[in-house]
């Protein structure tokens, strides 16, 4: 069987991690968190003492990391212990640049670079439904495509850039985040205004347009649940990776630049851990602040 390593063991990727070992793979796994390490040594796992440990135990070497920074020090710590015909798959939410330029520094040593961020959240990462958005070259992602679909329902190769997945995701968390905030602001002022938010959902969800904010996210939250899974720190970032490629294309995103300023905001009063499902409550205070 295709030997497997696994660098991040955070929200998304433990549960992706151990879908691994439930489909009978043996990875070799790296955290800086030793505890996140043992829990999976505890599954079957193999422990890795650092990244380079990683390397030497697997031709399939996935990533999933917090931000395009942390990304490229880890593949500088990984480049001298890969061997060629080895596949570095970045799983994370990053720049498309930034792969680009990881991929054409690693195809010196004869390594494959595939861009391949996933949507779905924690939900998908546990139940093993992600989408993963693959950039790189379509014999590259033949040779990892069974090993994806240890965790992943739908892979759909955008194009041979590496970058190219990273961008799709880009674009399309600029789609969600602006119907997120929109639905929210919609919900509050129809609750404000004395309508009744369940029949306003079932209106909502008849929109083909709305989806997911109205079906999943606004009913949780009318219901006192705010745990979705997701950061708000998380979110700023992506929305800040966002608009620079917005920028670096000579493209600036008007609308997504207002909502990073409210992510923003957000943010800053309650903190880049909270969870995303608590910027509903921001907003509520925001609509209702002249009826304290």
């Known amino acids: 069987m295709t030997r497997v390593g696994y660098i991040g063991l955070g929200t998304m990727g433990r549960p992706m991690a151990e879908n691994l070992l439930a489909d009978g793979y043996d990875p070799t796994v790296f955290d800086l968190r030793d505890e996140a390490v043992e829990a999976l040594e505890s599954q079957g796992a193999n422990g890795a003492a650092d990244v380079g440990e990683v390397a030497e135990n697997a031709a399939i070497i996935f990533l999933s990391l917090p931000s395009p920074p942390v990304v490229e020090d880890v593949v500088a710590e990984l480049k ?19 792969t680009e330029g990881i991929a054409d520094e690693l195809a010196e040593g004869g390594v494959d670079v595939l861009g391949a961020p996933v949507t779905g959240g924690r939900p998908g990462a546990t139940d093993g439904t992600l989408t993963v958005m ?122 997504g630049n207002a909502v990073r300023q409210i992510v923003g905001y957000g ?20 609509i209702h602040r002249e009826d304290a």
Do not use: W
């Open 267 to 286: 943010t800053s009063d309650l903190g880049k851990d909270a969870d995303n499902g608590k910027l509903h409550q921001y907003l509520k205070e925001m």
């Open 134 to 255: 693959v950039g790189g070259e379509e014999s590259a992602l033949d040779q990892c495509r069974p090993v994806m679909e240890s965790f992943a329902n739908d892979i759909i190769h955008i194009g041979e850039s590496p970058g190219d997945g990273d961008a799709v995701k880009l674009l399309r968390n600029y789609i969600a985040f602006v119907q997120y905030i929109a639905a929210s602001e919609a919900v509050l002022l129809g609750q404000k205004s004395g309508l009744d938010p369940e029949p306003l959902l079932d209106v909502l969800d008849s929109a083909d347009a709305l989806g997911e904010p109205t079906s999943i996210f606004l009913p949780k939250k009318i219901e006192g649940e705010y745990d979705l899974g997701f950061g708000l720190g998380l979110m700023e970032k992506d929305l800040k990776l966002l608009t620079q490629y917005g920028e670096d294309n000579d493209a600036p995103l008007m609308l």
């Open 80 to 98: 001298p212990a890969l061997t060629p015909g080895s596949v570095v798959v970045d799983l994370s939410t990053s720049m498309p640049s930034v």
